[in-house]
């Protein structure tokens, strides 16, 4: 049994190596893209994640080394004995009060922690009237007995429910008597309000009441300037509710920065004096969020009380420009719930967290990065310059590929076509050669004995080994035009009679068969021009129209003037050329599909030498041709030719007379 083995194919073989390995190529090319665009966006993130580490490191360091700072005020004897700077105050609480140094830094000074409330049961018969019997007169008169009491809180008390009792029976004037002898009770406090600010307020209500406004707003200033200097001791919110009801009367503006920062320490103040008498711890620290920004409070407790440090917004803020100098990042502080405090914060960004060491500090610190677009334009370039040269290497890669895979097309055509050439011109070399040898083998075996039988086996001879002759040196004038070796005998030649003669030669040698119809022009000029080279040239087109018409024996040839300008003319009526192949023909090698078709022999080179002699003279040559009725080629040429550039005069190669040599 015979196996059947695959015919290999070394072209396809070579062409699929070489695609393979530029698919190989491109594909590694796009994984080192990817993967240092990978790396570099890593690169990227660690940068800015180091950078972002780095300066959280540093802010929070100093940021509590100025918060540490403030701890000398309660630790060091002789930090107590200066003055702190503006925006802290020092707070110390005892069984006997608050004290705040220095003065002046509070708007209001928490109070105490209130005792137990023993003159209240003294009022009942009073409130039993005014109340339950609706007897205000009779509860007024009651009160006013306790008014005259030698204890001032006994008296204090009956004096504003004195006041109540004559504002319901509309008895004003008196009212306002009684609330001034309340305002003069000293260091007295009535539910949580100083009797003093009670009784401002009080007369305030009456004159409002009375429509008296300059009088009421003379009262309010007075109440207003006691609430922003720290004239009594109270609750915030009861210094909250007092403080916007003499803004209101009095009409008074805002509070000023200074006095807003006296507000935050007040409030811290307050939270402080919550502490005692049992701290949450013995020693800490807690960042608040006040009306008007952070405050700190730093305590400790000491044998006789609480002594803490106040930081207001104002010298939080300074000591949080100290430690944020990182104009690369964002920085925030913000409390346990998450709340800012201080800084900026951008939180759709990476953030980087520093919990605060300092103990009871209540505030992480948040890093972001400052300009988040400048990071990724920066990247953005980076990324595009390795884009961009990795597609000039991609560029460089396909065009590369292209123009070998075209190099590798060319080189298999002209493979195929000189193929086709040897071909062809050893089909063309073995006719005479098989003439040459059968006639020569009769002759010298003497086979031919008559002498008109031996006269035409001479013929035989002669043109067999004129076409030998005309073939041999057709490729050696080939070849020497592609190296540019040929060379021209430019004379003075009559046209007419070079047609002629050329046309004559052909019919007596290879168209016997053929009828040529010449016409010429009635003036035709003489030409400079190469005798031989032109005879060629003639021989050559009659040669290939007489061989791709068979059948239409007729051929014309054709010669005329135009101006300047002479034609020859050769028409056929045989295949045509295809419009696709009408510049190819000219080319080495290429014959026309309708040729290779009708299996007609030929080396195709006969046109390409046509097209060297013509351009050698400064003229041209041109196709007409439709497929299935013939072909003209027309040659044309000035009546003085312009010699082509490296065109020699003389002829270096000694030639043999061409007169009807041609290759078709």
């Not at 290999?8 to 073989?13: D, E, K, Q, V, Y």
């Not at 190529?25 to 893209?33: D, M, R, S, V």
């Amino acid at each position: 049994m015979a196996l059947s083995v695959p015919r290999f194919r070394p072209r396809l073989f070579t062409f699929a190596v070489f695609l393979g390995t530029m698919c190989a190529l491109a594909a590694a090319l796009t994984w080192l893209c990817w993967r240092l665009l990978e790396q570099d966006r890593q690169l990227e993130s660690q940068r800015v994640q180091e950078r972002l580490e780095q300066a959280a490191d540093r802010t929070a360091s100093v940021f509590e080394s100025g918060v540490g700072d403030l701890d000398r005020w309660l630790v060091s004897p002789e930090a107590r004995r200066e003055t702190p700077p503006e925006g802290v105050a020092l707070l110390a609480k005892t069984e006997g009060g608050v004290i705040i140094r220095p003065p002046g830094r509070l708007l209001y000074l928490p109070p105490a922690t209130p005792g137990a409330n023993t003159v209240d049961r003294l009022f009942s018969a009073g409130e039993v009237l005014e109340f339950r019997e609706r007897d205000s007169a009779g509860a007024a008169a009651v009160f006013r007995n306790l008014s005259q009491s030698p204890n001032p809180e006994v008296r204090a008390g009956a004096l504003v429910r004195l006041g109540r009792n004559l504002r319901k029976l509309g008895r004003y004037t008196e009212a306002l008597d009684v609330y001034r002898r309340l305002e003069l009770a000293p260091n007295v406090v009535i539910e949580g309000t100083p009797a003093g600010l009670l009784a401002l307020s009080a007369r305030c209500s009456v004159l409002e009441s009375l429509g008296r406004r300059d009088a009421l707003r003379k009262e309010a200033l007075v109440m207003d300037a006691g609430l922003r200097t720290c004239r009594w001791s109270l609750p915030g919110a009861v210094w909250d509710f007092h403080r916007e009801q003499a803004s209101r009367w009095a009409g008074t503006d805002a509070l000023t920065l200074r006095e807003r920062q006296a507000l935050a320490l007040s409030r811290a103040a307050e939270w402080a004096c919550q502490l005692w008498p049992h701290p949450l711890d013995p020693k800490g620290r807690r960042i608040l969020r006040v009306d008007d920004g952070p405050a700190l409070i730093s305590w400790m407790e000491a044998p006789a009380g609480l002594a803490a440090v106040l930081a207001g917004p104002e010298r939080l803020e300074w000591i949080w420009k100290q430690a944020y100098l990182e104009k690369s990042v964002h920085a925030a502080l913000v409390d346990a719930d998450g709340s800012l405090l201080m800084g900026s914060l951008d939180k759709n960004a990476r953030q980087v967290a520093r919990r605060a060491a300092a103990p009871g500090l209540a505030a992480t610190l948040l890093f972001t990065p400052a300009d988040v677009v400048a990071d990724h334009a920066n990247s953005n370039i980076r990324r595009r310059l390795l884009l961009a040269g990795f597609a000039v290497l991609a560029l460089v890669l396909v065009s590369g590929s292209y123009f070998i895979l075209r190099s590798m097309a060319r080189e298999r055509a002209v493979a195929r076509l000189q193929s086709e050439f040897v071909s062809a011109v050893s089909h063309e070399l073995r006719t005479p050669l098989t003439s040459l040898r059968q006639v020569s083998e009769l002759l010298v075996n003497g086979r031919i004995a008559r002498e008109p039988e031996r006269r035409q086996s001479y013929e035989i001879l002669f043109h067999a080994s004129r076409r030998l002759q005309r073939l041999v040196e057709s490729l050696l004038d080939f070849g020497r035009m592609e190296a540019s070796a040929f060379r021209y005998r430019f004379d003075q030649v009559d046209l007419r009679e070079l047609v002629d003669g050329v046309v004559e030669d052909f019919r007596g040698q290879s168209a016997r068969e053929h009828v040529i119809v010449l016409s010429h022009a009635e003036e035709l000029p003489a030409i400079r021009a190469d005798r031989d080279a032109i005879a060629v040239l003639l021989w050559n087109l009659l040669d290939n129209a007489v061989k791709y018409s068979p059948g239409r024996p007729a051929v014309w040839v054709e010669t005329k003037r135009e101006g300047q300008t002479v034609y020859i003319a050769v028409r056929d009526r045989g295949f045509g050329i295809e419009r696709g192949e009408q510049d190819r023909v000219f080319e080495k090698f290429v014959r026309g599909a309708a040729a290779q078709k009708s299996n007609i022999q030929g080396t195709g080179i006969g046109l390409s030498i046509a097209r060297h002699i013509v351009r050698a003279h400064g003229g041209d040559i041109r196709l007409e041709s439709v497929p299935g009725e013939g072909s003209t080629f027309t040659i044309a040429w000035p009546a003085e030719p312009r010699i082509a550039p490296g065109i020699s005069n003389t002829e270096t190669t000694p030639r043999d007379d061409a007169k009807g040599k041609g290759l078709a």
